[in-house]
């Protein structure tokens, strides 16, 4: 079961626009959401998180939006730069030290 | 540099050997985190430590995997008796207990199995 999804494997979008990265969840018990971006052979980088008490949170170029009722959160990109070309992944946490990931969805940013 | 390191990089081995990884968290860290993924999908949780104890293990953490954390610091998985489908990259990650905090991740070690 796929408690994490990310329906989109992959987003173009040409720099300077926004870009919009969207995850669902299924688990009501997920209490904290992180978004990590990977490059190729490294791992994962962590971005950026939100808490279930808040529903946005900001941290300078991103910002994370999180909608509890429909169990939906998504990362905002603004502006795009080149250089955020990567595979981004959100995950979840229930409050115990494991995290659950979605598959991932590959951003290319065009100059 | 005082990131989360993995040893080895790359392992090719033949179906039947026995492998062992390591990973060295940042230093003050006392959670370690064990995940695998692959090809198209995000990282899968196996195992986490606490210091020296083991906390949880994933049912995909099969009989043949067994992980290892004696002094709180370094951890080491061990794949027996390997098999095609192991095939995967090993990631290891770091936090400390009681905060929210991220968790910092290694670069992997990338398992192929022949």
């Known amino acids: 079961d796929q408690q994490v999804k990310q329906n989109s494997p992959s987003l173009s979008v040409q720099e300077g626009r926004i870009s919009i990265l969207n995850c669902d969840y299924t688990?009501?018990?997920?209490?904290?959401f992180l978004w990590y971006k990977k490059y190729p052979a490294e791992g994962p980088t962590f971005l950026i998180s939100?808490?279930?008490?808040?529903d946005k949170n900001e941290d300078g170029r991103f910002t994370v939006f999180l909608n509890k009722s429909a169990k939906h959160l998504s990362l905002h990109i603004v502006p795009s730069q080149p250089g955020d070309s990567a595979v981004y992944f959100c995950?979840?946490?229930?409050?115990?030290?494991?995290?659950?990931f979605g598959q991932g969805t590959t951003l290319q940013v065009k100059p | 540099d005082t990131g989360v390191s993995q040893d080895p990089r790359h392992k090719i081995t033949k179906r039947g050997q026995n492998v062992t990884f390591r990973c060295d968290p940042i230093?003050?860290?006392?959670?370690l985190y064990w995940y695998r993924q692959t090809l198209g999908q995000g990282p899968e949780f196996l195992t986490y430590?606490?210091?020296?104890?083991?906390?949880?293990k994933s049912r995909l953490l099969s009989d043949r995997f067994s992980a290892e954390r004696p002094k709180g610091s370094f951890s080491t998985l061990e794949i027996q008796r390997t098999e095609q489908g192991d095939s995967a990259m090993y990631l290891c990650a770091s936090n400390l207990a009681g905060s929210r905090n991220e968790q910092f991740f290694g670069p992997g070690t990338r398992l192929t199995v022949l």
């Open positions: 939100i808490s279930s008490i808040k």
């Open positions: 430590f606490q210091n020296e104890a083991q906390l949880e």
């Open positions: 688990n009501s018990m997920f209490d904290y």
């Open positions: 995950a979840a946490s229930a409050n115990t030290g494991k995290l659950i």
């Open positions: 230093s003050e860290h006392n959670r």
